[in-house]
């Protein structure tokens, strides 16, 4: 009886389960797999410049970021730009915590060649091959900024210089004479110092060393300042001499009382609000939460000519800067993200950004753009020409010395040379004791 039960049992639980088997067969679609691509699952990248709070450009960007969404709503773009210095340290942090953004700005130097050197950056050369017209709309010479061992690591839409900007409303108040030469400047600076204005926006920070790099450039001229180190290891003589010069503008009372305590924001608006006459600034300070560029009371210059400097009397400082666009290579390793990735570094890098970004600023693109027509002269006009009149471009001085040593040891020990404290051949003394233990590379 209990056998006969069992097998009752069974046939009924069989013949459910083939029942169940004929029914999903006969509903074959309700259960088909759906590819990943078509799901609305979205792809996250990480971006990181530092085109962000006070920075002229950062309106922009979250404009050029938001469009970007709109176009692609399945990839996510994650803005973790920042301004001011703490942007490169967390940069670095990122990297070295194996937590790198998928695509990043950052201006050429040092700390881009390390990156490089290490495999963190992918090699772009190939999609750029691939893409003959968009490698054909960036102006050819800019390519060596991005350039090693014959591959290009990122692409670089913007162009900058730097010069000095004077509140012309101040010199013409007090009968200032404006500086072409290093006797001028100290001469504004004392009537200026007279007449309770500060003459010269400074702070002791990398951003901040801005004069200090120009005076560097009228003294050694391309040459020195890109080669900063001869055959034995030494310094060039200009970088400790531009200290010396430093120390008697210091002395003049050109900066502020407690310059050292001053953040990059703070420095800017003792200039932007006229309390202070003169500050060194890059073509960035035009813009958005900035300086206007249609401003008429302030003038741009290069910075004033020293005796004996090796440096062309038109010689500016020139290169490119945070507009610069790489892709990590951790991302470029995930198909996925690398897509995203690309279509990104696309919108980043096109005509159309160039234009948004240079509309009424600094922003000089280094894609070819369609002349426009101004109605009145603007200090980017100005700066354009000062670039394209300059018989010697030179690049940025803190490219060429290692980033971290330039940072913890010159920037570092300034105020202290200022005060007369230590002196500037004591501060370089330390850079080559600990470049003793890395290559020297001009």
């Not at 003294?219 to 310094?235: A, I, S, Y």
């Not at 980033?403 to 202290?416: A, D, G, H, S, T």
């Not at 850079?431 to 001009?442: P, S």
């Amino acid at each position: 009886m209990q056998k006969k039960y069992i097998v009752s049992l069974m046939i009924i639980i069989l013949s459910f389960i083939f029942l169940i088997i004929i029914y999903l067969s006969s509903n074959k679609q309700d259960i088909t797999p759906v590819p990943i691509s078509s799901t609305n699952q979205s792809t996250n990248i990480q971006f990181i410049s530092c085109w962000a709070g006070y920075d002229s450009k950062s309106v922009r960007l979250k404009t050029v970021l938001k469009n970007f969404s709109n176009n692609y709503p399945s990839i996510e773009v994650i803005n973790k730009s920042m301004a001011g210095e703490d942007f490169l340290f967390i940069l670095k942090t990122d990297f070295a915590s194996g937590n790198e953004p998928d695509v990043f700005g950052l201006w050429p130097g040092s700390d881009f060649r390390l990156l490089v050197e290490h495999g963190k950056v992918a090699d772009l050369t190939d999609l750029l091959k691939e893409n003959p017209k968009w490698y054909a709309e960036f102006r050819e010479a800019t390519w060596d900024y991005v350039t090693v061992n014959d591959r290009i690591y990122g692409l670089p839409l913007e162009i900058i210089y730097e010069g000095l900007f004077l509140n012309k409303d101040l010199f013409e108040k007090y009968n200032v004479k404006i500086p072409t030469n290093f006797e001028e400047l100290l001469e504004a600076v004392r009537i200026f110092k007279n007449n309770n204005i500060i003459p010269i926006a400074y702070n002791a920070t990398p951003e901040g060393s801005y004069i200090y790099q120009n005076i560097i450039m009228k003294l050694g001229g391309k040459g020195d300042v890109e080669h900063p180190f001869d055959e034995n290891g030494k310094v060039k003589d200009c970088y400790v001499q531009g200290m010396h010069y430093m120390k008697q503008l210091y002395d003049a009372g050109a900066f502020p009382e407690k310059h050292y305590l001053i953040d990059d924001k703070t420095r800017n608006e003792l200039f932007l609000n006229k309390k202070a006459a003169m500050i060194v600034q890059g073509s960035w300070f035009i813009g958005d939460n900035a300086l206007n560029s249609y401003d008429p009371t302030v003038e741009v210059i290069r910075f004033p000519n020293i005796d004996g400097g090796k440096a062309h009397e038109t010689s500016i400082i020139y290169g490119c800067g945070n507009g610069i666009f790489h892709i990590s290579q951790k991302a470029w390793d995930n198909k996925e993200v690398r897509e995203a990735c690309i279509l990104l570094l696309k919108e980043l890098a096109s005509v159309k950004t160039a234009k948004l970004f240079a509309d009424d600023s600094g922003f000089i693109s280094n894609i070819n753009l369609p002349q426009k027509d101004q109605n009145a002269p603007s200090i980017s006009q100005k700066g354009e020409e000062l670039v394209n009149s300059a018989e010697e471009l030179v690049g940025p001085v803190d490219s060429f010395i290692d980033r971290v040593l330039w940072e913890k040891i010159v920037i570092q020990k300034f105020p202290q040379v200022l005060e007369g404290k230590i002196l500037p051949e004591e501060v370089y003394g330390e850079v080559q004791e600990a470049m003793k233990d890395r290559t020297i590379k001009d």
